[in-house]
């Protein structure tokens, strides 16, 4: 019941009218970059960040949360209406979504997406409020070698679970991990990597990492195929459901809520896999499943419900363990550490207000997103006719503007430009973007945990792997390595293709 309480009092936080109107704010925002073509919440955050540095943790968060599930339903706009995912959590739902719309049921699959995002949301928000806790009182008691074993769990899922290819996987992380030591060593204050450039001795500000990775490096790539990607925008004028729409979906947003929440509360589990396996489930269990392929609304409601609770299940370690799951997930871990705030067990003692305030207001930005959206669907749907050089235009300009508002430094717009072409030749070649951000923000913090460890062994490897804990991680981590080969193999023998979601053939897929 202790969470319940907290959350009471969060709410005290979140119902102040300055706080409502961050949330609403924040909302409405998210909403319209993230609904624009090619741009999901991942970098819908990390280009609406640098505008929440102004304001005091608290407001900046809760307009945080409103960016976050504003980004989550652009994302599944674009996917219905111009089968352009944003994210490839997002690519189950442009399967039946943008058939629906080319049918002509482009409401309906708008509305059971908000709907379902708000039933999952809600659900899993409240899982979060009574996990969140019990969770925190059992992570304070982790040691070094604890948090050392999960980061490193964190890194092999990143790099084995997401994306076909574990090679372009391992170099993206290893990537992440090279920009994560620029800076001056704190344990021996020796420069590493600065190349004799004092701007490089604190480091590469995440900021200009995320922006510089998501916003810039996507804008570029989506950019340079304009015009092989011709733009054909399905129009609609509001989200409706029928009576049918209703019987047919509510059972798939319950049961992707089911399914999501667990995915996404695991270190590094992601939303790819649930909303794929929410998608075989709706089909096996449909009555009509010669329908699924040509527009099946159970196909857009429980992905959509799936992906939302396993957005707000990912919160549970990214609060209280402070580990990423998600790179919209890495990018908050971003922003708490730009207000010298770390999530952590510890996170809920020191910041509590903040933290329930936060959950609060997740409750509240679920219900104006709804409220929001289903009269407004047609509105946002006319966002996506902005010509797309314009767009890219002035995702560059904003993107730049964020960059050097972050610290005031010229270096930061070199730096913008050599991380956003870096981020278009990650895209080129197919190296995933996701491990690297989780590189660059928790490489510090494991170097950090692993010193530690060691330090208390005496320099012993045995130091790392000393705490049954510690040794179920490593299980864990030798699981998540060694099960996906075995199916391979087995599919193999069966002269079945591998399955891999997470790169289809959609435009602005990542």
Request: contains cysteine; charged residues 10%; aromatic residues 8%.
């Amino acid at each position: 019941m202790d969470g319940i309480t907290s959350l009471i009092e969060g709410f005290g936080t979140a119902l102040t009218l300055q706080n409502l109107l961050y949330a609403f704010l924040g909302v409405a925002l998210g909403t319209a970059i993230g609904v624009l073509p090619g741009i999901g919440p991942a970098m819908t955050i990390a280009l609406l960040m640098p505008i929440t540095f102004t304001l005091e943790p608290t407001q900046a968060f809760i307009m945080f949360a409103g960016i976050y599930y504003g980004g989550m339903y652009g994302g599944s706009t674009t996917s219905i209406l111009l089968n352009t995912p944003g994210e490839s959590a997002s690519v189950v739902t442009a399967i039946e979504g943008n058939m629906m719309a080319k049918k002509g049921r482009g409401a309906a699959a708008l509305a059971t997406a908000a709907i379902g995002s708000f039933v999952a949301g809600t659900i899993g928000t409240l899982g979060l409020a009574l996990l969140a806790q019990p969770v925190a009182k059992i992570a304070i008691n982790l040691g070094a070698p604890d948090f050392f074993a999960i980061m490193v769990m964190a890194f092999i899922a990143v790099t084995t679970v997401l994306g076909s290819s574990k090679v372009r996987g391992l170099a993206a992380l290893g990537l992440g991990l090279l920009i994560g030591t620029i800076g001056i060593d704190k344990t021996s204050g020796q420069q590493r990597l600065t190349f004799g450039i004092p701007e490089l001795a604190d480091g590469i500000d995440v900021v200009v990492v995320a922006v510089g990775l998501f916003a810039m490096g996507e804008a570029l790539w989506v950019a340079a195929h304009l015009r092989r990607h011709p733009v054909q925008v399905i129009p609609v004028k509001g989200a409706t459901m029928t009576k049918e729409d209703w019987r047919r979906s509510w059972k798939p947003w319950l049961r992707g809520t089911v399914i999501g929440f667990p995915f996404g509360a695991i270190p590094a589990g992601g939303a790819e896999i649930p909303t794929f396996l929410s998608y075989v489930t709706e089909r096996k269990l449909a009555k009509n499943k010669d329908e699924f392929g040509h527009g099946a609304i159970e196909g857009v409601a429980g992905p959509e419900a799936t992906n939302n609770a396993s957005a707000a299940g990912g919160l549970v370690p990214l609060l209280t363990l402070g580990i990423p799951t998600t790179a919209t997930a890495a990018i908050m871990l971003g922003a708490f550490q730009r207000y010298n705030i770390e999530p952590g067990p510890r996170l809920f003692d020191t910041h509590g207000e903040l933290v329930w305030g936060l959950i609060a207001s997740l409750f509240i930005g679920n219900l104006i997103l709804l409220v929001l959206n289903l009269p407004l669907a047609g509105v946002w749907a006319r966002l996506l006719l902005i010509p797309r050089p314009y767009l890219y235009a002035g995702i560059l300009f904003f993107a730049a503007i964020g960059a050097y508002a972050a610290n005031g430094s010229a270096t930061d717009l070199w730096l913008l430009l050599v991380i956003g072409a870096l981020g278009f030749l990650m895209r080129r070649f197919g190296i995933p973007v996701l491990p690297t951000i989780v590189g660059v923000i928790l490489g510090p913090l494991a170097e950090a945990k692993l010193r530690q460890a060691l330090q208390i062994s005496d320099g012993s490897l045995s130091g790392l792997v000393n705490t049954p804990f510690s040794i179920l991680v490593y299980v864990i981590c030798a699981l998540i390595v060694l099960v996906p080969i075995v199916i391979e193999r087995r599919r193999a023998a069966r002269g079945q293709a591998p399955v891999d979601v997470t790169h289809a053939n959609f435009e602005g897929g990542n």
